[in-house]
C-alpha cells in the first residue's frame, strides 16, 4: 500500500556529487527512522547514513564528512547528498524507513527499491 520511490543515482566521476531522492506515495505516520542503505556487488547490505525522529544523524566513518542526509519539507521525502564520490561508493542505495501507515497499527519497515550509483576511476 506504500511505496517509497529513490532516484538520482546514475554514472559520475570520481570526485563528482549526486543526490539521491526518495518519496512516499503516501504519508507514513509515526516515523521512528529514516535511513540509506547501499549493497554493493558480492557484498551485504549495510548502513550508510540514518536519522532518527529528532533529527540526529549518523554516519558509516567510510562516508563521514561526504554525504549528508536530511529530511525534505514535506514529511515524505529523504535525502542523501554525496559528494566527493569514490570507486568505492558503487552500489545500489536504498531508503528505508521504520513508521506506521495505519493509526493503531503496528510499526513497519518500508523499502525503496534502491538506486544504482556507479562511480568511475
Known amino acids: 500500500q506504500v511505496h517509497l520511490v529513490e532516484s538520482g543515482g546514475g554514472l559520475v566521476q570520481a570526485g563528482g556529487s549526486l543526490r539521491l531522492s526518495c518519496a512516499a506515495s503516501?504519508?507514513?505516520?509515526?516515523?521512528?527512522?529514516m535511513a540509506w542503505y547501499r549493497q554493493a556487488p558480492g557484498k551485504q547490505r549495510e548502513l550508510v547514513a540514518a536519522?532518527?525522529?529528532?533529527?540526529?544523524?549518523n554516519y558509516a566513518d567510510s562516508v563521514k564528512g561526504r554525504f549528508l542526509i536530511s529530511r525534505g519539507t514535506a514529511k515524505n521525502t529523504l535525502y542523501l547528498q554525496i559528494n566527493s564520490l569514490k570507486p568505492e561508493d558503487t552500489a545500489v542505495y536504498y531508503c528505508?524507513?521504520?513508521?506506521?501507515?495505519?493509526?493503531?497499527?503496528?510499526?513497519?519497515?518500508?523499502w525503496g527499491q534502491g538506486t544504482q550509483v556507479s562511480v568511475s576511476s
Open positions: 528505508n524507513v521504520w513508521g506506521r501507515t495505519i493509526v493503531g497499527g503496528t510499526v513497519d519497515d518500508y
Open positions: 536519522m532518527t525522529d529528532g533529527g540526529t544523524a
Open positions: 503516501r504519508s507514513i505516520f509515526s516515523i521512528y527512522t
